[in-house]
T-cell receptor
Framework: DQQVKQNSPSLSVQEGRISILNCDYTNSMFDYFLWYKKYPAEGPTFLISISSIKDKNEDGRFTVFLNKSAKHLSLHIVPSQPGDSAVYFCAASGSTGANSKLTFGKGITLSVRP | GAGVSQSPSNKVTEKGKDVELRCDPISGHTALYWYRQSLGQGLEFLIY????????KSGLPSDRFSAERTGGSVSTLTIQRTQQEDSAVYLC????????????????????FGPGTRLTVL
């Protein structure tokens, strides 16, 4: 049973526009939600995270929104840049000990067109 | 170095052979995780080490997989009698204290990943 789901495998947006990447989860016990970016042949790079007690966290061009009642989160990138083209993974975890292991979605490939 | 390092970067082996993968976490990070990414799949948790505590092995797919962490730093993941379905990218991550991001916000459970070892079992 997949606890973190990224239902769209790909997204293409125009440079300068907003990219919205969606993620759903089933486990209401998750405390933290994270977004990672991955280029080919590299390890994932942390982008932004949010605690389950918050509904929004912003860092530069990246904003993550959390809707706990819907078990849904989204990553907004604005403005999108060609260098943002990569695979984006949504992940979730508990807060302590072994629960800190990350449960990942399958990723979404973002393409930003110049 | 400043980041998580892994070796080798690529490993090709024959079915039935044993392989050993190495991870050097960020200095001072007490938590260390192994994940793997199989073709077309997301990242899958394998094993977790925290300090001197007993590891959480709940993600290991079979008893052919084992891992150890010596001296609370370097970790090795060993796969015995490799099978073709073991082919994947094996990623190591380490985690330190919750920190502030550049913009002043809090980063929760930020795990720093190495570049991975791509294992191919022929």
């Amino acid at each position: 049973d997949q606890q973190v789901k990224q239902n769209s495998p790909s997204l293409s947006v125009q440079e300068g526009r907003i990219s919205i990447l969606n993620c759903d989860y089933t486990n209401s016990m998750f405390d933290y939600f994270l977004w990672y970016k991955k280029y080919p042949a590299e390890g994932p790079t942390f982008l932004i995270s949010i605690s389950s007690i918050k509904d929004k966290n912003e860092d530069g061009r990246f904003t993550v929104f959390l809707n706990k009642s819907a078990k849904h989160l989204s990553l907004h990138i604005v403005p999108s840049q060609p260098g943002d083209s990569a695979v984006y993974f949504c992940a979730a975890s508990g807060s302590t000990g072994a629960n800190s292991k990350l449960t990942f979605g399958k990723g979404i490939t973002l393409s930003v067109r110049p | 170095g400043a980041g998580v390092s892994q070796s080798p970067s690529n490993k090709v082996t024959e079915k039935g052979k044993d392989v050993e993968l190495r991870c050097d976490p960020i200095s001072g990070h007490t938590a260390l995780y192994w994940y793997r990414q199989s073709l077309g799949q997301g990242l899958e948790f394998l094993i977790y080490f925290q300090g001197n505590s007993a590891p959480d092995k709940s993600g290991l797919p079979s008893d052919r997989f084992s891992a150890e962490r010596t001296g609370g730093s370097v970790s090795t993941l060993t796969i015995q009698r490799t099978q073709q379905e073991d082919s994947a990218v094996y990623l190591c991550a380490s985690n330190g204290p919750t920190r502030r991001s550049a913009s002043g916000g809090t980063s929760y459970n930020e795990q720093f990943f190495g570049p991975g070892t791509r294992l191919t079992v022929l």
